[in-house]
């Protein structure tokens, strides 16, 4: 698993968001809200739970994970909800949702050093 290219894929959600902003349009909140369904999820809930579950990382990568879901299903909420002022502030550096990124980079950083990958 290229961790780089799946961490990457979660990141464009804010792409995602901006021009679903942009377009007027609506997103799919309960896909987005569920860690399990981009590669990333896919993968840390199987190949790397069966392969690196014992590592002191995964767990914090994990939950960073379903953090950084949970702060997007509340941008795409606002944004199905025609609030596109507040889901564009949503999306700035400091609030939730940007330090959920953050932090899930973070500890896929640490999971990466652990597992060796």
């Known amino acids: 698993m290229d961790l780089r290219t799946a961490y990457e894929s979660d990141k464009e959600l804010k792409d995602q968001f901006i021009?679903?902003?942009e377009a007027n349009a609506q997103v799919?909140?309960?896909v987005i809200m569920k860690s399990d369904r981009c590669a990333l999820g896919v993968w840390l809930h199987g190949e790397a739970e069966r392969k690196f579950k014992f590592?002191?990382?995964y767990k914090p990568c994990?939950?960073?994970h379903e953090a950084f879901h949970a702060?997007?299903?509340k941008v795409?909420?606002?944004i199905n909800l025609g609030e596109h002022t507040s889901a564009r502030s949503m999306l700035a550096d400091g609030t939730p949702y940007a330090k959920a990124c953050s932090s899930?980079?973070?500890a896929l950083i640490m999971l990466k050093k652990d597992a060796k990958i």
């Open 76 to 78: 795409a909420r606002q």
């Open 62 to 64: 994990m939950e960073a």
């Open 104 to 106: 899930l980079g973070s």
């Open 55 to 57: 590592l002191s990382s």
């Open 71 to 73: 702060q997007a299903a």
């Open 28 to 30: 799919d909140a309960t």
């Open 19 to 21: 021009m679903a902003i």
